[in-house]
């Protein structure tokens, strides 16, 4: 069963469709009609639909950096499907036979586009729950959000094999992150952060920027000189070969 004032739209719509399609089946066979509504009329219907739009979506959600694309190929998925109330936590209108099945494509949809360490931590979880979970933790707005991106930011270090262009673009997409999501970070503080997660030969360097610059912080400064450094290092070793 499905919504009484929907169902009777729906069997009006349908009849004279089913007409047109058996009387010219020989000749023009219709293309099959895609549901109008929010969840599917039938078992039937939705694995039509799943067969139609599929039950994949392309991004894999590693965290607030690949949320909101994810989170959009999800909607529209989950709107091809016409599986969209289930995602959000309603069943108005469903036998519990439907329900069960668009809970459990859906469930599959989103596991199947998570990170090992997210799949196991909501495998047993319903499909509006892990959605609901992973809106909280990674969309770009409320304490969850920009307290995941500050512990990132936090932790972030530059690995011996990594540029300093790479650390400094990393770090900035992650400051930024936490901006937009609603965090604040004062300069010094950002700085601070910044330094503690450089390689030693860059932190040396960047102490003596600092020290050069004095009581006046200038944050965009540090970053080209520790770029200076890495030029002019590349140099030495392309000059010694």
């Not at 809970?103 to 199947?112: D, G, H, S, V, Y």
């Not at 304490?143 to 995941?148: D, H, Q, S, W």
Request: net charge negative.
């Amino acid at each position: 069963m499905i919504r009484s004032n929907r169902s009777q739209l729906g069997d009006i719509e349908r009849i004279p469709m089913q007409n047109m399609a058996a009387e010219s089946q020989s000749a023009f066979p219709l293309p099959p009609i895609r549901p109008q509504y929010e969840v599917p009329a039938s078992v039937k219907e939705f694995r039509e639909n799943l067969i139609f739009f599929g039950s994949k979506i392309s991004t894999i959600l590693t965290g607030a950096e690949t949320y909101p694309q994810w989170e959009s190929q999800l909607k529209r998925k989950a709107r091809g499907l016409a599986a969209i109330d289930v995602l959000e936590g309603c069943s108005d209108g469903m036998n519990a036979r439907l329900y069960e099945l668009v809970n459990i494509a859906l469930q599959e949809l989103i596991l199947a586009s998570l990170s090992l360490n997210l799949r196991a931590e909501l495998e047993d979880k319903s499909a509006n729950e892990a959605y609901s979970i992973l809106s909280a933790r990674y969309s770009n707005s409320g304490v969850a959000a920009y307290t995941t991106l500050a512990v990132r930011l936090c932790l972030l270090r530059q690995t011996p094999e990594q540029s300093i262009s790479d650390y400094i673009a990393k770090f900035d997409s992650l400051r930024a992150q936490f901006e937009t999501s609603g965090g604040e970070i004062g300069l010094k503080m950002q700085i601070g952060i910044f330094v503690a997660g450089l390689q030693p030969s860059y932190s040396r360097e960047a102490f003596l920027e600092l020290a050069r610059q004095g009581n006046d912080p200038d944050f965009e400064g540090l970053k080209q000189a520790l770029i200076r450094v890495s030029i002019f290092e590349a140099n030495q070793r392309e000059f010694r070969h």
